[in-house]
């Protein structure tokens, strides 16, 4: 008997959301990264959003670690649910408010100098790669559970817990890191 659940959309569809979303969130915010001064709007609030990105990653954090305990300990699925769509949705306004802020303000370069800055430089380069392939997988695990895949969800969770988790606190790593350096 198939626990299996139908989905309003099919395997390939969401594979083509996932593929289209996973490349236009990337090419957002590289396009962001480069637009020139005379192009972003004037906003106060904007020097606000760094700090706020971080609290949302370590909200993040604190879900996915509060998720995994009701999962893996006690073994209660629907606490585990909430507390991972939790994290997907601090994620997720953690992602547009990222956006907005890099539409904004310019680019901080990162002052410090000697071994912090290759510590800063490392932490960094891994935090954007593995946020660049955390989404994928994040959509993946969710929708595997939404369409009564366990067995394919779990073994996805295996793989998607550690490097989301480590996206989330490396955020906000680079935060505190690079915060002495804003000019506002």
Known sequence: MSTEKKSWISDRNFFSLVVGISLAVPA??????FLPAEMRPNAHFA????????????????ALVAGYYFIRVKKQKQIHQAFMLTA?????????????YHMIMPHTPFGGQGVIRYFYFAVLL??????????????????FS????????????????PVWLYVSVTGVLVYVLISPYYSF
Do not use: E, M, Q
């Open 146 to 161: 939404t369409t009564g895949r366990l067995d394919k969800h779990k073994k996805l969770a295996r793989w998607t817990f």
């Open 126 to 143: 891994t935090h954007i790669v593995l946020a660049a392939c955390i989404l994928p997988l994040v959509l993946y695990t969710i929708y």
């Open 28 to 33: 957002v915010v590289i396009t962001l990264r």
């Open 47 to 62: 020097s606000l959003l760094p700090f706020a990105n971080a609290v949302l990653n370590s909200l993040v954090s604190v």
């Open 88 to 100: 997907f949705a601090l994620s997720a306004v953690f992602l547009i408010s990222y956006v907005v």
